[in-house]
């Protein structure tokens, strides 16, 4: 709760996070991606060529596998955002930010919601309801969607990684800037619609805060938070990551020209009205 060792330590402990995030999850990350690349390839072995062949290995399969690739991060990003929240740590981060937030108009509470944000939006959402006035109810689900959340941890992951060559701290550092970039706009999109939207006009009121002793977690308590919000960001931005692979599969494997000979070409011919098999045919 120190004014400066403690926004010190809690820098410090993001940074960790970020740093385990790269260092920790790469190997898992790495055994996915072969994992779904061999099954690819045993599956095009298995059917042979073709369009359904195509479809499935290049469209489902490489969709599937480019959600499930980065699974191993979003499973780790939660295991320490649930261990935080349990051990007592993010009632004293809230403590420490309401000094910074309270000059943005926003209540000190509302920082937990807003570090929920960066696994989930929808859950930090939810998290808002433990506020007691519904003006900050609002203004906190108004910027909760600015901060960078579980979805765009791949994003920024691939450019990091693509763009940045030098040491997991120096990709971690930039992650955590990243991070830190979110959240600045957050709260000065915050301050903007406190000072011209009418009804988010008031007077900020006394931010009261419980602080509950440091305990140990409970290892099934944070689990269950884990498994809980990363079912979530499959099923919320997973199904959109599937679908936008099919699509894009698609439009890169159609329109296409069939070679004479080839199975598709074959099928083409068979399938054919009979007034024109002999121009296909001779085509």
Not at 129 to 135: D, S
Not at 151 to 168: D, K, V
Request: glycine letters at 6%.
């Amino acid at each position: 709760l120190h004014r400066a060792v403690g926004f010190a330590a809690f820098l410090g402990v993001m940074a960790l996070l970020f740093m385990a995030l790269f260092t920790g999850a790469q190997p898992l990350i790495d055994g996915v991606d072969h994992l779904f690349k061999a099954f690819g390839a045993e599956l095009r072995d298995l059917l042979g060529p073709g369009i359904f062949t195509d479809f499935l290995v290049d469209g489902v399969i490489a969709g599937v596998g480019a959600v499930m690739v980065f699974l191993p991060q979003i499973l780790m990003l939660f295991l320490f955002l649930g261990f935080l929240a349990t051990c007592g740590s993010l009632a004293r981060v809230a403590y420490l930010m309401d000094r910074i937030m309270r000059s943005m108009n926003l209540h000190g509470r509302a920082f937990v919601p807003m570090l929920f944000g960066f696994a989930c939006a929808v859950p930090a959402i939810t998290a808002t309801r433990t506020m007691e006035r519904r003006r900050d109810r609002i203004l906190t689900m108004m910027v909760v969607p600015l901060m960078t959340c579980s979805a765009r941890l791949p994003i920024y992951t691939l450019i990091i990684a693509a763009l940045i060559r030098g040491s997991r701290l120096t990709q971690a550092s930039l992650m955590v800037a990243m991070y830190a970039f979110s959240v600045s706009m957050s709260l000065a999109a915050a301050w903007v619609m406190s000072k011209t939207v009418k009804p988010l006009k008031a007077r900020r009121l006394p931010f009261i805060i419980e602080l509950p002793p440091y305990r140990w977690p409970r290892v099934p308590d944070v689990l269950r938070m884990m498994g809980g919000k990363s079912s979530m960001f499959l099923r919320e931005a997973g199904t959109v990551i599937l679908a936008c692979s099919i699509a894009l599969w698609a439009l890169l494997y159609f329109p296409r020209e069939l070679a004479k000979g080839s199975p598709d070409y074959s099928a083409l011919i068979a399938h054919a009205p009979e007034s024109q098999k002999a121009e296909l045919a001779a085509q």
